[in-house]
């Protein structure tokens, strides 16, 4: 009962604090969506595809192989595909940057190499990324094929290459950005603890016969209910502004909300444990999120980043929590599937583990050093 | 009746040991102040005390209780207000009371803690706004929240203006009044010597001396020192010296051009003797002041060191 009075007047005091809060809302609410906004308008578009990037396809000889990728190419929202050329004319194209880049399909139905030419100034742009994502993907799908796809690859392909297109890019970046701005939250957030920690105010509570553990479970559903509020907002946005296709499963969203939420919350606790000033919690956090939001496959697919690049990808409890989402609001996939289960694993091993070892270094650390 | 008994203190960090060997007793209704320059291990004391820091030795009695075995008791006994005034600096002196009042069983109400300490007009302000004396006078209503029995106040007045110094002094005088036991810490000699009932000097995390104010004043000595000026410049003092020197009471002389240093242990003979001399030579005096021991000369004759606020 008194535990009962307790928490709830605990939860209307962190209310305040979060309202009161102005960097709270720049970085959790307003940064989330502006940066959504920009993204959106320059790579997701309206109806005029503001992001296309123009190749041509050379098809030398015409067979099976090279009918079915030509007209799956051309399915691709965000890829022009040009009147076949030779070779000789694609790489003219290219040269004078009439086209971002060509490719050239297979010779025969038995040939396994797949072409790309892009310009050299332009190996790095946005463009040439996509295009050998997108065209990385065709060769493992052909691959597959090749030794017989399994069908849980097969979906996957069809939901690449097939269907609404356009709309995917957005739900793509929509998803990617709710679960970036949640994980953001975990990770940034937790500096609160280490500037009451600074200005002793831990160490004032604890001189009162208050119950640690219920401040502590109330600063976290405080901080569910802004994660709650981040995914509501930008989920509007995204539907009403920019036509977001939202297909949501309940039960699956709230569970990888929930794990997820607290494991980035876990690893904001961590980092808390061994920071003594806010600039070096900061600090911490920054390079974190800054890993995980390039290397996770928020603004573009883990597919399109270099070979050696993705088992880092697949190790990030990021990739798994935006991918949860993404199984979660735009697949509606049910909570008993096994790839959400491995996302869960992830997750809260990094968060459990955290944690751990966060709470460890704060008790070792004790008083002394709090001061 | 002893309230608060504390006995071979003991406590070291690293190589630095901040707290010797301190004991003493606090007796239930009294203002104890304990006194000591930066670094003595005056917070170390209170926090050690208030169950924060772990001593290294020595005990820590609350009558029959004590940390081990009562925490929580305890913790409802005391109110605390720390060095470093700590409190949510986005909620108002309200807000913060309110909640702080949650963590007790029983607790005063809201208006009358801020009544108390002189923040009812400022009570809808974020804490970040107020300015240092009203933190500060924030810090100590929250000590007094849940009606304790004991208010630990760690240097209350540091940084306050002379008014806003008073001020506090007013508080920790009215909690005397509802028989509140105060320990506090203070640099200030003035301030320890209007308030507490006894004072306990602490340097380098040893108790110097523990008295009245009034009491190691006058175990110190029983010499004043008599201030005079002459109008008729220096050979008016030099002959005042020279007559003084020859009086049995003087014990030392200092001059310095037309004014004039005496130590005595019976100033009113002195003086008496004095003023019949110069009026039959017809010197004026100017000023005349016997100076008034304090605190500082008990410091200074019990450490040898100078004392600086
Ligand atoms: N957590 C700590 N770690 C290391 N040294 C400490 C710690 N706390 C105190 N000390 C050292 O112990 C000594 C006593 O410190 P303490 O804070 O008790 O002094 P104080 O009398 O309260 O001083 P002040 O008047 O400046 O508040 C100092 O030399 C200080 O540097
Ligand atoms: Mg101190």
Excluded at chain 1, 318 to 341: C, E, K, N, Q
Aim: with cysteine; hydrophobic share 45%.
């Amino acid at each position: 009962m008194n535990n009962l009075k307790q928490f709830k007047q605990m939860f209307l005091a962190q209310l305040k604090l979060t309202l009161r809060e102005k960097q709270a809302w720049f970085w959790g609410i307003f940064f989330p969506v502006i940066l959504m906004v920009i993204f959106m308008t320059i790579f997701g578009g309206g109806s005029n595809d503001d992001f296309s990037t123009k190749v041509v396809i050379v098809n030398g000889s015409a067979n099976e192989t090279s009918a079915m990728m030509a007209s799956q190419l051309q399915q691709i929202p965000i890829i022009e595909v040009a009147d076949p050329v030779s070779e000789e004319k694609a790489k003219v194209l290219v040269k004078e940057k009439e086209v971002d880049a060509a490719i050239v399909l297979p010779e025969s139905a038995q040939a396994t190499s797949i072409k790309l030419i892009v310009n050299k100034e332009n190996e790095q742009s946005v463009s040439t990324q996509v295009v050998a994502g997108v065209l990385s993907q065709f060769i493992q799908q052909a691959n597959l094929q090749a030794v017989g796809a399994t069908p849980t690859f097969q979906q996957q392909f069809e939901t690449v290459s097939s269907g609404s297109s356009e709309l995917e890019y957005r739900d793509f970046l929509l998803t990617g950005m709710i679960a970036l701005s949640i994980a953001q939250g975990g990770l940034f957030g937790m500096v609160d603890l280490v500037d009451m920690r600074r200005k002793g105010l831990i160490k004032r509570l604890r001189m009162t016969p208050a119950k640690m553990g219920i401040f502590g479970l109330s600063d976290m559903v405080m901080r569910l209910l802004f994660s709650t509020i981040q995914i509501i907002l930008l989920s509007l946005i995204g539907v009403f502004v920019f036509g977001a296709n939202l297909f949501i499963n309940f039960p699956s969203l709230l569970l990888v909300f929930l794990i997820g939420a607290l494991a980035f919350n876990g690893i904001g606790y961590f980092i808390s444990s061994f920071s003594n000033t806010n600039e070096a919690y900061m600090g911490a956090a920054n390079i974190v999120s800054f890993l995980m939001m390039f290397l996770s496959g928020i603004f573009f697919p883990v597919e399109t980043m270099p070979e050696w690049l993705q088992p880092v990808s697949n190790i990030l409890p990021l990739t798994y929590f935006a991918d949860g989402l993404r199984d979660s609001m735009v697949y509606h996939t049910s909570i008993l599937a096994t790839p959400f289960w491995i996302g869960f694993g992830n997750m809260l091993l990094w968060g459990g583990i955290a944690f751990i070892i966060g709470s460890l270094l704060y008790k070792r650390q004790s008083i002394v050093s709090t001061r | 009746m002893n309230i608060l008994e504390v006995r071979n203190l003991k406590k070291s960090f690293g190589s630095i040991q901040a707290v010797k060997d301190i004991s003493f007793s606090v007796s239930e209704g009294e203002i104890f102040t304990i006194i000591g320059p930066n670094g003595a291990g005056k917070t170390t004391i209170l926090e050690m005390i208030e169950g924060l820091v772990p001593p290294d030795h020595g005990e820590i009695q609350f009558g029959e209780y004590n940390w081990n075995k009562h925490a929580v008791t305890i913790k409802r006994k005391i109110g605390v207000q720390p060095q470093s005034s700590a409190m949510f600096d986005l909620l108002t002196p309200e807000e913060n009371l309110n909640l702080f009042a949650t963590f007790y069983e029983k607790a005063r109400p809201t208006e009358e803690i801020l009544q108390l300490v002189n923040l009812t007009e400022h009570r809808k302000n974020q804490v970040k706004k107020l300015s240092g004396g009203q933190r500060q006078r924030l810090a100590i209503g929250l000590a007094m929240i849940s009606d304790p029995d004991i208010v630990f106040l760690d240097e209350p007045t540091t940084g306050l203006d002379p008014q806003a110094r008073r001020n506090v002094w007013e508080i920790i005088l009215e909690l005397k009044k509802l028989g509140k036991t105060t320990i506090l810490t203070t640099h200030y000699m003035e301030e320890a010597e209007k308030l507490s009932d006894r004072v306990c000097i602490v340097d380098q995390g040893l108790v110097v001396t523990l008295d009245s104010p009034s009491a190691l004043i006058e175990k110190l000595t029983n010499e004043r020192e008599v201030r005079l000026s002459f109008l008729g410049g220096e050979k008016a003092s030099q002959d005042a010296e020279h007559f003084a020197n020859a009086l049995d009471s003087v014990t030392r002389t200092e001059r310095e051009g037309a004014s004039l240093k005496l130590w005595t242990i019976k100033p009113e003979d002195l003086l008496f003797d004095l003023f019949k001399f110069t009026k039959d030579k017809d010197y004026q005096v100017e000023q005349v002041s016997i100076r008034e021991m304090s605190l500082e000369d008990v410091f200074i004759a019990y450490t040898g060191k100078e004392w600086r606020d």
